[in-house]
């Protein structure tokens, strides 16, 4: 349907808490957009793209250079403003914007409104192929999440976790199930997590500092559930807790020869 008889336009209530319209727009710009929504209606969406027309019938102060400026500014903030190959401003969204009033209206403007009706169909149906496009990749991507898990060789299916990661995150859940009565809900960020404390503390020390987050009794640490988070950001706590003497118990079970007795062979600390 072509635009016919508009006497008035829409200001949505939701504009202002469009951040687009309160914080990428100064006050200038603000105007001149509330101002190119009132041209839509008197234009049939087709304002001339001229920044001497717009400053004149919107009566702006400034300089032209300063307008043509700003309008540049609110063509980028919101992309559904755009140039047509006539060189006109238009509305992409403009049909939900004004009144549909019947009336007469002049010929010569059935082939301009007709072109613009094309340019508008080309460019909802390229917005909804790019919706289409973002679901079907959104879909995969959940598709390749990993499920929750509580070992290391099935949570990652397609790779092989270092022996350390697997070691530390298996000892974690099977204290934590043993000390709970139920598995831990694992999920990947615990493990990003827990590899990071391998590369500061090494295998041994987290397993050893773990055990005594999971002795102490603190009300904070039953607050949140004795989690993996809380145990990353408890570790500067716990390291102060004499946890060297429970890390030589994993040293020497996974073959490693405990921090003690090198620096004792080496003549440190004697």
Known sequence: MPYK?????KFKLEL?????FTDSLNDSQKLIFLGLLLLAGSTQNAIPNDENYIKRVLNLGGGVGDIKKDIGVILRVFPKIQVTPENTLYFNNFTKLHNWKEGNFKE???KKIGKEKEFQDKEEDKDKEEDKEKRKENKEKKKEKPAVTRTAR???PNQNPDTDLKRVIEHI???WESAKGMKY???KKHAILIRQQIRRYEAPG???LWDIFLETSDDYYRKLGYSIECFVTSLPKLADSGWRSFRQKYEIKSGMAPASAVLKSLGVGQ
């Open 5 to 9: 008889n508009i006497v008035w336009v």
């Open 16 to 20: 202002l808490n469009d951040y687009r």
């Open 108 to 110: 010569k403007n059935r």
């Open 154 to 156: 099935s949570f990652f």
């Open 173 to 175: 859940c099977n204290t």
């Open 185 to 187: 809900p694992f999920c």
């Open 206 to 208: 987290v397993m050893a």
